[in-house]
Every structure is written in C-alpha cells, then in structure tokens.
C-alpha cells in the first residue's frame, strides 16, 4: 500500500509565506508525476502545480510567479514554496502522485492540508 502524507499548512497573513512538503511511501518501485491540487468550498478540484520526474512543470496561471513546485526524487518527496499569498489561495491543498507499486501504476491523493490567508 502507499500513502501520501503532507504538511506545512496553516493560516497566515496576506503577503506571507508557506511551504508545503508531501511524502510518498509504502510499497514504491518509482514515482513518476506528483503534483498539488486545491479545492476550496463551493469550488472544483484545480491543479495549482506538477512536476514530473524528469522536472517537466506546470502551474495554474494564477500562481505563476508566486508558487514554486519542487521535488526530491531519492526521497519521494514533493515541496510548493508559496509567497506572496492571497485571500484567494485559501484552500485544502491536496498532494497527487503517479507511483509504480508491484509492477502497477496507480494514482494515489493525499489528505489535504488547509491553508488558510486572512488578516
């Protein structure tokens, strides 16, 4: 089985900074995209960013310039580096990963961490 665990979620003031951090594990033979979604209430499931394992990127056009995905592949591990945050940005930040386990390719969802932005 695997599993997907974030962290580095919290509430912070417009402006501010956090990183979020996803560790994938279990029963892994490799891990190929992993990615970061929101949802926020009311709203659809977005992909905020992905990273594939060969470091091919995507983001979500309203976090172009403030979000930063990043991964360490020898230890499974996904990062978003948000600054300049926004009202807006609150949201469950979900962590979303492509993993190869007994010889079967699967996606996996983490939990979600909450981050929440208010004054």
């Known amino acids: 089985q695997v599993q997907l665990v974030e962290s580095g979620g919290g509430l912070v003031q417009p402006g501010g900074s956090l990183r979020l951090s996803c560790v994938a594990s279990g029963s892994i033979s490799a891990v190929y995209t992993m990615a970061w979604y929101r949802q926020a209430p009311g709203n659809q499931r977005e992909l905020v960013a992905s990273r594939t394992r060969g470091g091919v990127l995507n983001y979500a056009d309203s976090v172009k310039g403030r979000f930063t995905i990043s991964r360490d592949n020898a230890k499974n591990t996904v990062f978003l580096q948000m600054n300049s945050l926004k009202p807006e940005d609150t949201a469950v930040y979900l962590c979303?990963?492509?993993?190869?386990?007994?010889?079967?390719?699967?996606?996996?969802w983490g939990q979600g961490t909450q981050v929440t932005v208010s004054s």
């Open positions: 979303n990963a492509d993993v190869k386990s007994s010889e079967r390719l699967v996606n996996y």
